[in-house]
């Protein structure tokens, strides 16, 4: 099934025979008896496509394995592949080479998402219908309006926009993890200050959360880099630019 997109979308079905014309009818299982292959072109044959990287939203190299909570993801050498045609002349297409993470414990594989504004065609084919439904469960009281589940619903109805913005916006993301992980580390800074005695104790430790804290984003290991910052004591002094968390590493090999 190959799409194109004019003015609307065009599903185009080939069938194609699974015996020969000229086959004698009398044999009706050489008659029945299916060719070798689908049919199918695998999106590896489309090389004139743009090719466009695609990531995982949720997972990154290094992070934990959803499935067995053991192991390590990695990133995968065989990466999926999707390719999205478009009706022009000559016709022309893009191929997304989807990430895939593979977990180093239990073997098993974490698939990048779909192609950047797939998701968004998705639900403006099949828009979501959630919203009259939820106002159904308040305005006929099918649900209990101070209950954990009605504070829920009215909370989803007052804030329905941002909400749903990944359903109107390509790109956009399905949550703000990222966001919440950022406030935690101040929220957890601020609790700590109120166990400094001076303020020069304050500002060291704000020296130290603020290292930490760009460690974790950079990703690279906190107690490794201020370890080894104070081992290279004289050449971070002389050149503090090549010491930081993200590019201290190179300079260890040279050194």
């Not at 992070?63 to 995968?76: A, E, F, H, I, K």
């Not at 910052?229 to 040279?254: C, F, G, H, T």
Request: hydrophobic fraction near 30%; charged fraction near 25%; include cysteine.
């Amino acid at each position: 099934m190959v799409r194109l997109t004019r003015r609307r979308p065009v599903n185009i079905v080939v069938v194609r025979s699974a015996y020969r014309a000229d086959a004698p009818a009398t044999d009706e299982a050489a008659r029945k008896r299916p060719r070798k292959g689908h049919g199918r072109i695998p999106a590896s044959d489309y090389t004139g496509c743009r090719p466009v990287i695609v990531t995982h939203e949720a997972f990154s190299p290094g992070d934990p394995c959803p499935q067995c909570q053991q192991g390590t993801l990695y990133r995968s050498k065989d990466w999926g592949m999707k390719v999205r045609l478009a009706g022009q002349s000559p016709i022309g297409g893009t191929r997304y080479e989807l990430e895939r993470l593979r977990c180093g414990t239990c073997g098993k594989t974490v698939d990048g998402g779909p192609p950047p504004g797939h998701r968004l065609v998705f639900h403006r084919r099949v828009p979501c219908g959630r919203e009259p439904w939820l106002t159904e469960q308040i305005d006929q009281r099918k649900v209990e309006p101070n209950s954990s589940l009605g504070e829920a619903i009215r909370y989803l109805l007052e804030h329905w926009e941002p909400l749903t913005l990944f359903l109107r916006r390509p790109g956009a993301p399905l949550d703000n993890n990222l966001c919440e992980q950022a406030l935690k580390m101040a929220i957890r800074h601020r609790k700590n200050s109120l166990f400094y005695k001076t303020q020069r104790g304050a500002d060291v430790g704000d020296i130290y959360m603020t290292l930490i804290h760009t460690c974790y984003f950079a990703g690279a290991d906190p107690f490794d880099y201020l370890t080894q910052i104070q081992r290279q004591e004289q050449q971070v002094k002389a050149d503090p630019a090549r010491w930081l968390p993200w590019n201290y590493r190179e300079q260890l090999v040279e050194h």
